[in-house]
């Protein structure tokens, strides 16, 4: 089985590669609000895709996304899966 990435790997990935760790690029607060998007579409896209393994759940993208707002605060809408590019 193929080792998924977590979104704090991601994240710590995007930046590693982008040189934020090494000194040379500075890390502005534009620059960390895109990762830190990114990595939370990642994380409700892993929530999704988990519980759309469970036969009996009856999960839909809508539900998933008021999960995510009410779990862990954001207030992201309905559609914010399909405005981005999604791996669910």
């Known amino acids: 089985m193929e080792k998924k990435q977590t979104a704090v ?6 930046m590693l590669k982008q040189g934020y760790f090494d ?7 534009t620059n960390l609000d895109h990762l830190e998007h990114q990595a939370k579409l ?8 988990a519980y759309r393994t469970i036969p009996t759940a009856r999960w839909t993208n809508t539900f ?9 605060g954001y207030n992201y809408t309905d559609n914010i899966l399909d405005s981005n590019t999604s791996n669910v």
Request: charged residues 25%; aromatic residues 14%; without cysteine.
């Open 9 to 14: 790997e991601w994240l710590i990935d995007q």
């Open 23 to 29: 000194g040379n690029k500075p890390l502005s607060i």
């Open 42 to 49: 990642m994380e409700l896209e892993q929530i999704v895709k």
């Open 64 to 72: 998933a996304i008021r999960y995510f707002n009410k779990h862990y």
